[in-house]
């Protein structure tokens, strides 16, 4: 089963779905970097309100793979081949 993380950035801050803050950049470009380096592919924009005009809100997702699955795709890949040569 796929499982997805979820962040959204909101001026210069990653945040959790939950609320709880994941980083703080200097700057909304250092974040949008972070994000892409890490994985994060951009799912959905929350425009500002209108009555409270602010920031627009960026929702972000990536696959979440469990370690054990990391392990059994590393032991999967096919590994270079070496001949072995004989005296002759």
Same mark, same amino acid.
């Given at each position: 089963?796929?499982?997805?993380?979820?962040?959204?950035?909101?001026?210069?801050?990653?945040?959790?779905?939950?609320?709880?803050?994941?980083?703080? +950049?200097? !700057? !909304?470009?250092?974040?949008?970097?972070?994000?892409?380096?890490?994985?994060?592919?951009?799912?959905?924009? !929350?425009?500002?309100?209108?009555?409270?005009?602010?920031?627009?809100?960026?929702? +972000?997702?990536?696959?979440?793979?469990?370690?054990?699955?990391?392990?059994?795709?590393?032991?999967?890949?096919?590994?270079?081949?070496?001949?072995?040569?004989?005296?002759?």
């Amino acid at each position: 089963m796929v499982r997805w993380e979820h962040r959204y950035l909101l001026g210069t801050m990653v945040f959790t779905i939950a609320g709880d803050v994941v980083r703080d +950049f200097d !700057e !909304e470009y250092d974040a949008w970097s972070w994000l892409e380096q890490e994985g994060w592919g951009l799912v959905a924009i !929350e425009p500002p309100d209108p009555v409270k005009p602010g920031a627009c809100k960026y929702y +972000f997702k990536r696959q979440n793979v469990p370690p054990s699955s990391t392990a059994r795709m590393v032991s999967t890949q096919s590994l270079p081949a070496y001949q072995q040569r004989g005296r002759g």
